[in-house]
């Protein structure tokens, strides 16, 4: 079982930065797969950046050269920094886990809040 922490959200100007964390309770090493996705209400959450165990991060085309994804296996967080923000990236961002044996539609974190005002 993994449970996972997101913080960093918050509210910034367009053009601003933000770095989200998602701090995991247990090793990341050994996870098959992590990513972060996010919601806005009324509409499907969306995947924003994953990484599978070995590979490099894959990106949604929309936030690309502006977000990036990255792992510190030391401290057993991932993180998303999100450059040149712009309104419509404002949701809620979810970091998710997806582990072999453990369950199909992974583990979830509880979200957090970005709010990019223009």
């Known amino acids: 079982q993994v449970q996972l922490v997101e913080s960093g959200g918050g509210l910034v100007q367009a053009g601003g930065s933000l770095r989200l964390s998602c701090a995991a309770s247990r090793s990341i090493v050994g996870i098959d797969a992590m990513g972060w996705y996010r919601q806005t209400p009324g509409k499907q959450r969306e995947m924003v950046a994953n990484?599978?165990?070995?590979?490099?991060?894959n990106y949604r085309e929309s936030v690309k050269g502006r977000f990036t994804l990255s792992k510190d296996n030391t401290k057993n967080t991932v993180y998303l920094q999100m450059n040149s923000l712009k309104p419509e990236d404002t949701a809620v961002y979810y970091c998710?886990?997806?582990?072999?044996?453990?369950?199909?539609?992974?583990?979830w974190g509880q979200g957090t809040q970005v709010t990019v005002s223009s």
């Open positions: 990484i599978f165990r070995g590979s490099i991060p």
């Open positions: 998710a886990a997806f582990v072999g044996g453990g369950p199909r539609d992974g583990y």
